[in-house]
């Protein structure tokens, strides 16, 4: 928890609270790490992987038939201003 707190940028109490909910909610479960007794990994539950599948297909189609919408002039200069955006973001 300490660990995922610090990359979220939260307090600890608040993500052990989020967490409480989000289990409770069946969106996720808590797994016993097989190589730390004393660590507890979080997983996406069956029903929130199905879910979130279901929603990233459903982009994926939308996003497919965004882009057959385009010229390919035009997909060059999407990836290459992409390609750019990418290199200069910030880790």
């Known amino acids: 928890m300490s660990q995922l ?3 979220l940028r939260a307090s600890p109490g608040a993500l052990t609270a989020l967490v409480v909910r989000l289990v409770k909610a069946s969106w996720i479960e808590r797994v016993s790490d097989p190589d ?4 507890i990994r979080l997983q996406l539950s069956p029903d ?14 939308k996003m497919h038939e965004l882009f057959d919408r385009l010229e390919p002039t035009d997909l060059a200069e999407l ?3 992409l ?3 990418d290199n200069t973001s910030t880790p």
């Open 83 to 85: 390609t750019l955006l």
């Open 48 to 61: 929130s992987r199905a879910k979130l599948k279901k929603t990233m297909d459903a982009k994926m189609a």
């Open 79 to 81: 990836h290459r201003i």
């Open 36 to 39: 730390d007794r004393r660590s």
């Open 5 to 7: 707190a610090a990359e």
